[in-house]
């Protein structure tokens, strides 16, 4: 397995425990704030990017979906609603998210559809292609070895089947790059550590896009992986980036 710069980015540097585990503990910790601190570091903008990530797998019409990493379950109801799937199993090792995500399904009637379920993106409980579709928004970068992330979902999905993902990016173009940074740095942060009472989450989280392989360095990742006809899409100027692959 390759090792990458992210792979070693945790949210507490002082710990002796693995990226795993301090994501899983920092997760519990802010779950409480995290759907607010979403919407405010993406100005908004997040609910649109996992509805033209979800579009990508309309005309599939995928019955079986797993949404790894789900957090508070926001990308799996929409899907829910935007798909119509027979099945939509979402997991992820935080369980103090999957409570806030559970609440959520209640309210929304999908119960029937939706499973919120413990669960490791390195090691998922599932059978080899299971899955017509894999889902991620703002996961990815928290595996604790990305190539052994990308190979469990690609295990885990049917021959054919697409993982989707949506990831926090840096803008290429130089003025707006600048501005970004200056802004994650003056703004983002310093709020993000005020609003969830954790400055070491929101520090974690700047570096982890920071050394995050994106755009052409990651479809480079998934195509050594055996994903096949990978491509990407940037959106709202760079800072955000949708991936999407074949197995």
Known sequence: MNEYPHDSVVPFRASSEGKKEQVQEMFDKIAFRYDFLNHFLSVGNDTSWRRKALKLL???????????ATGTGDFAVLAAEMLKPEKIIAIDISEGMLEIGREKVRKAGLQSIIAMETGDSEAISFEDNSF????VAFGIRNFENLDKGLNEIK???????KLVAIEATKPS???????YKLYMKCVATPLG???SKDKDAYQYLNNSVKYFPEKKAFIQILNQTGYRNAFYKTMTLGTCTIYCAEK
């Open 193 to 195: 550590r005020w609003l």
């Open 132 to 135: 017509d579709a894999v889902i």
């Open 155 to 161: 295990r885990v999905l049917k021959q054919g089947g």
């Open 58 to 68: 309309k005309s599939d019409n995928p019955r079986q979906i797993l949404d790894v």
């Open 173 to 179: 173009t130089p003025l707006i790059r600048d501005f």
